[in-house]
C-alpha cells in the first residue's frame, strides 16, 4: 500500500496562475483533508470531504476550491494563486466509522512569487 | 483565537532522560486528542491518542496524560533518543462527523546524545 501520495512534491507559480494539487489514498478511507502549514502556526484545515460526494469547508478555505473525485482521489484546486498561498499543503484520510487517526500524505511545497 | 496551543516552540532534552511536550486547549467539547510527529520534508505521523474518558494513555516510550478540569495534555517521552528528534503537534477532535482535528502550532523536541 502506497498509503496517501501527493502530486506535485514542489510547484512554483506566479500571481494569478491557476494550478490544483492531487491527492490520492489506497486504504478505502470514507474521509479526506486537505491543510496547509505556515511557519509558527501548525496545521490548519482548508477543506474536507467526510464522504465520497461531498466536501465542506475549513477553517481557511478562501481562494481555493476542491473535488472529491472518487472515493481514491480529492483534489485541491487554487484559481489565481496569491503569494499568500505560499505554504506547504499536506492532504490526509481517515477511515472514518470508530477511527479518530489521520494519516498524512508527504506534501507540496507552493511558491507562489 | 487558537483553541489548540502548544506554548513552547522547542524544547531540548539529554538523551536518556525523559522529554515533556505540553498542549493546552480551550474548547471542552474536544472529545479525543491525539500527537502527530513530523520529521523535515515528511507528513505528520500518528503517534498516540487519548480519549477524554481517561486521563492516561501508554504506548511503550511514550505515555499521554490528560487533565480535563486543567484543559491540558501532555506527552511524555522516556528515555528519550536521538531519533525522536522532531517536531511534535497536538491536535484534538471535535464532535463533527467528519473528524475534523484541530492542531497545535508544534514543538521542535531536540534530543541531544
Known amino acids: 500500500n502506497a498509503g496517501v501520495t501527493q502530486t506535485p512534491k514542489f510547484q512554483v507559480l506566479k500571481t494569478g496562475q491557476s494550478m490544483t494539487l492531487q491527492c490520492a489514498q489506497d486504504?478505502?478511507?470514507?474521509?479526506m483533508y486537505w491543510y496547509r502549514q505556515d511557519p509558527g502556526m501548525g496545521l490548519r484545515l482548508i477543506y474536507y470531504?467526510?464522504?465520497?460526494?461531498?466536501?465542506d469547508k475549513g477553517e481557511v478555505p478562501n481562494g481555493y476550491n476542491v473535488s472529491r473525485l472518487n472515493k481514491r482521489e480529492f483534489s485541491l484546486r487554487l484559481e489565481s494563486a496569491a503569494p499568500s498561498q505560499t505554504s506547504v499543503y499536506f492532504c490526509a484520510s481517515c477511515p472514518g466509522l470508530a477511527s479518530n487517526e489521520q494519516f498524512f500524505g508527504p506534501g507540496t511545497r507552493l511558491t507562489v512569487l | 483565537d487558537q483553541q489548540v496551543k502548544q506554548n513552547s516552540p522547542s524544547l531540548s532534552v539529554q538523551e536518556g532522560r525523559i522529554s515533556i511536550l505540553n498542549c493546552d486547549y480551550t474548547n471542552s467539547m474536544f472529545d479525543y486528542f491525539l500527537w502527530y510527529k513530523k520529521y523535515p520534508a515528511e507528513g505528520p505521523t500518528f503517534l498516540i491518542s487519548?480519549?477524554?474518558?481517561?486521563d492516561k494513555n501508554e504506548d511503550g516510550r511514550f505515555t499521554v496524560f490528560l487533565n480535563k478540569s486543567a484543559k491540558h495534555l501532555s506527552l511524555h517521552i522516556v528515555p528519550s533518543q536521538p531519533g525522536d528528534s522532531a517536531v511534535y503537534f497536538c491536535a484534538a477532535k471535535g464532535s463533527g462527523s467528519a473528524r475534523q482535528l484541530t492542531f497545535g502550532s508544534g514543538t521542535q523536541l531536540t534530543v541531544l546524545p
Open positions: 487519548i480519549s477524554s474518558i481517561k
Open positions: 486504504m478505502n478511507h470514507n474521509s
Open positions: 470531504s467526510a464522504s465520497e460526494g461531498t466536501t
